[in-house]
């Protein structure tokens, strides 16, 4: 079992930075898959990228490659991701999720609440 709050989201301007936080209480990152996912309203959920319980990351979606980078800190309990170069289109809340399996889709036992993103233009 894992519990997942997500932090960090807020307003940004388009070129900007946002840093987002999962923290986890319960059982470690380190006995999990861990992803990120995004979803835009009327949209569905969207993967970003994700890290093995071993810490490989997986490639990151085509949109974000080069302005994203995930990391955790084991000694925290905590997944980050930091986010630059922010455009309009990746205005969307960010949820950080934790299962099993490491996968692409949203198939996660476990999710955090969200955190809103909105990148102005």
């Known amino acids: 079992q894992v519990q997942l709050v997500e932090s960090g989201g807020g307003l940004a301007p388009a070129g900007g930075s946002l840093r987002l936080s999962c923290a986890a209480s319960g059982r470690s990152f380190s006995t999990y898959a861990t992803a990120w996912f995004r979803q835009a309203p009327g949209k569905e959920r969207e993967f970003v990228v994700a890290?093995?319980?071993?810490?490989?990351?997986?490639d990151y979606v085509d949109s974000v490659k080069g302005r994203f980078t995930i990391s955790k800190d084991n000694a925290k309990n905590t997944m980050y991701l930091q986010m630059n170069g922010l455009k309009p289109e990746d205005t969307a809340v960010y949820y950080c999720?934790?299962?099993?399996?490491?996968?692409?889709?949203?198939?996660?036992?476990?999710w955090g609440q969200g955190t809103q993103v909105t990148v102005s233009s």
């Open positions: 890290l093995s319980r071993s810490g490989v990351i997986t």
């Open positions: 999720a934790a299962g099993t399996i490491l996968t692409t889709k949203p198939n996660y036992a476990y």
